[in-house]
């Protein structure tokens, strides 16, 4: 079921090189909770969809968005209020870099950036970072909510038919119940 994920991830023609099995099993025995959870694998490969789309006109770097949407939610303890997981998940890319994170300074500066200030609702007029942050918001439709083209950055992220197909997509599930990676 996993693998099956990945693979449809991995159908976009501009992908990286960032989505590898041996990456996925790491972050995904790393993280505490449910992976049929709302910020658990699903919701990964969602954001990572939708980075990969928004990220294919606007110019933004690929690996960063691949990695942020990874990595982003990996070291959240609860499913509701955790305001530190975004730092800690900038902590994290900081502890794994130069193993399973391999990027340039600017590169690792932008994705410790984008996972640190992920849920405050800010915007930022660095292209790479706000795609990270469309992406993931852009994924809100699974806990209920449509993302408001106030928080989105990009034009493209901010189109009617985007949020539409994103908010349509938010909906699917495809991680078994009951899914462990042991
Ligand atoms: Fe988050
Ligand atoms: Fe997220």
Not at 7 to 36: C, G, M, W
Not at 163 to 173: F, V
Request: hydrophobic share 40%; net charge negative; glycine share 6%.
């Amino acid at each position: 079921m996993l693998f099956q994920a990945i693979r449809k991830s991995l159908e976009f023609p501009n992908a990286s090189q960032v989505v590898q099995q041996n990456y996925i099993d790491f972050l995904a025995k790393t993280y505490r909770l449910s992976h049929n959870g709302d910020h658990g694998l699903e919701h990964w490969m969602r954001v990572l969809i939708n980075g990969r789309l928004l990220a294919e006109g606007n110019g933004a770097d690929i690996e960063v968005v691949e990695h942020f949407a990874l990595v982003h939610d990996v070291m959240r303890e609860n499913e509701s209020l955790d305001l530190y997981h975004g730092p800690r998940a900038a902590d994290f890319v900081k502890m794994i870099a130069g193993t399973w994170i391999r990027l340039n300074e600017h590169q690792l500066h932008q994705l410790m950036n984008a996972c640190r200030y992920h849920s405050v609702g800010r915007l930022d007029r660095d292209v790479t970072i706000q795609t990270c942050w469309d992406a993931d918001r852009l994924d809100l439709g699974r806990v209920g909510i449509t993302p408001k083209s106030l928080y989105l950055g990009s034009s493209l992220a901010k189109d009617h038919n985007f949020i539409e197909m994103a908010n349509m997509r938010s909906k699917k599930r495809f991680v078994k119940e009951g899914f462990s990676d042991d």
